[in-house]
């Protein structure tokens, strides 16, 4: 591909202060987007109104800065984007591929002894096949729901122009990955408190931002088979990924602030600089 036309992003979620995990992944995007010539973008993936907070935004914010990263503004914010998600779940449900589920997480956890790639319980299906007459009461009476996407009908219609798969990059090698979506089963494509889902959002703002490479961590790999199918379905481009290899803390486990793994602010509130940092993360 030509690098004048390069573009990646960054994209965090603000649950939290940033660890050496995200340094790496913000400074290799944008490593790549130099090499290519392009661009990379910050954006700001806080459709989850339980977990992100705004001071969580500005920590990150003042984070890359400190690493000596700069992104074009402005920056895009996923929670003032609402309509463009539900318009796109909207294509979906009118097409047929989604359908409400008024399961409980406990409920579906007792129907389910299969997981999805997540780990998370394998949603049986038990909402598939309603009336959509009593789907529609239901909603109407203000039921609380999840719209899933309708696997079964979905994927004929993402393989009608090829098969599943997508192109992956490392330094100037590229080659074309097959995925197999079906063990997300009948996946949550629209929470119950927002009409989306990461993986909705993703491909909705990946496609808007023209993104041509994707760099982000290999716990991500297997979304990315779900991401095609959604891009087949509505008809995006699927951008080239690369999913690279996480950071782990001493004892071979995946940073994560639920662990307390350090955060940047704190390791630099202990005086690690910017450089201390690149050089710890290889770069
Ligand atoms: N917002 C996601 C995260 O913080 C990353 C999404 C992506 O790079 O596709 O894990």
Redesign the pocket.
């Known amino acids: 591909m030509s690098g004048a036309s390069a573009r990646l ?5 603000p649950n939290g202060r940033l660890h050496l995990g ?1 340094a790496y ?1 913000a400074v290799l995007n944008a490593r790549i987007a130099s090499d290519l010539g392009g661009l990379c973008l910050l ?1 700001i ?1 806080d459709i989850d109104p339980t977990r992100s907070r705004a001071e969580f935004t500005q920590g990150i914010v003042s984070d890359l800065a400190w690493l000596g990263l700069s992104y074009p503004q402005p920056v895009r914010r996923q929670s003032r984007h609402m309509s463009e998600y539900r318009a796109a779940l909207d294509r979906l449900v009118a097409a047929g591929f989604a359908y409400p589920c008024f399961c409980s997480r406990s409920e579906i956890r007792a129907q389910s002894c299969a997981s999805d790639p997540d780990g998370a319980p394998l949603y049986p299906g038990t909402c598939r096949g309603l009336d959509p007459h009593e789907a529609k009461a239901r909603r109407e009476r203000g039921e609380p729901h999840t719209w899933r996407l309708d696997m079964t009908r979905a994927l004929p219609q993402a393989r009608a122009c090829g098969e599943l798969g997508f192109c992956t990059f490392d330094g100037g090698d590229e080659r074309w990955c097959l995925v197999d979506p079906a063990p997300w089963g009948d996946a949550v494509i629209a929470r119950r408190d927002v009409p989306t889902s ?1 993986h909705l959002s ?1 491909v909705h703002d ?1 496609a808007l931002e023209g993104i041509t490479h ?4 290999s ?2 790999e297997a ?1 990315t088979a779900l ?1 095609v199918v959604l891009q087949r379905l509505l008809g995006l481009p699927t951008p080239r990924y690369h999913h690279h290899g996480l950071i782990e803390d001493e004892e071979g486990r995946k940073l994560a602030k639920s662990r307390g793994s350090a955060s940047l602010a704190s390791l630099r509130e202990a005086g690690a600089t910017p450089r201390d940092i690149r050089a710890r993360l290889g770069f």
């Open positions: 992003r960054f994209a965090p979620s995200h992944s954006r993936e990461y993703v990946d994707v760099v982000r961590g716990d991500l979304a991401h």
